[in-house]
T-cell receptor
């Protein structure tokens, strides 16, 4: 019962490097989300995808791009990493019911030096 | 922009004590969820409250949704070390809304 799977778990980048964070869910959920979590800032929404084929900006989208590859997979790309993007990144998915919960992956801890 | 204010930000208590965590907003939410997050893991849902004035119990945890659906509280009775973690509240503005608004969390440490 995998739920939401994120890779990698840890990553260190130099300023200016690019990388893609991968996320897959096996719960047949329509909606998928990318959050970042920083000390004292809580969870902030970067991008979300309400359904396959659509993506929308969240609260902090600058410096990121996303791709909803299919219903299962939603990737987050950093084109030119900056130290301000050092954070823990969480992918989540959610069922169709309006009050359904978010199901989170275990996160990717990213450090940009 | 809807905001959720959580208090306290940090809480350190002895095993066996009671505690209450608050989640407040000036906005009305259609529902409110509470999550717990342990180190190195993603948040996990504890409960969803939907109706104003609703009270839900989960063993030693009691959740309440304010009558006006602008605030919520989490009360833990006889805290145990296993309750240690980050508690997050999250509000939904409507059934058609895809986004949840998260509070900044309350970090709870229960000392044996």
């Amino acid at each position: 019962n995998a739920g939401v799977t994120q890779t990698p778990k840890f990553q260190v980048l130099k300023t200016g490097q690019s990388m893609t964070l991968q996320c897959a869910q096996d719960m047949n959920h329509n909606s998928m989300y990318w959050y970042r979590q920083d000390p004292g800032m809580g969870l902030r929404l970067i991008y979300y995808s309400a359904s396959e084929g659509t993506t929308d900006k969240g609260e902090v989208p600058n410096g990121y791009n996303v791709s909803r590859l299919n219903k299962r997979e939603f990737s987050l790309r950093l084109e030119s990493a900056a130290p301000s993007q050092t954070s823990v990144y969480f992918c989540a998915s959610r069922g169709a019911w309006g009050n359904s919960p978010l199901h989170f992956g275990n996160g990717t801890r990213l450090t940009v030096t | 922009t809807q905001l959720l204010e959580q208090s306290p930000q940090f809480l350190s208590i002895q095993e066996g004590e009671n505690l209450t965590v608050y989640c407040n907003s000036s906005s009305v939410f259609s529902s409110l969820q509470w999550y717990r997050q342990e180190p190195g893991e993603g948040p996990v849902l504890l409960v969803t409250v939907v109706t104003g004035g609703e009270v839900k119990k989960l063993k030693r945890l009691t959740f309440q949704f304010g009558d006006a659906r602008k605030d919520s509280s989490l009360h833990i009775t006889a805290a145990q070390p296993g309750d240690t973690g980050l508690y997050l509240c999250a509000g939904s503005s409507g059934a058609g809304s895809y986004q949840l608004t998260f509070g900044k969390g309350t970090k709870l440490s229960v000392i044996p």
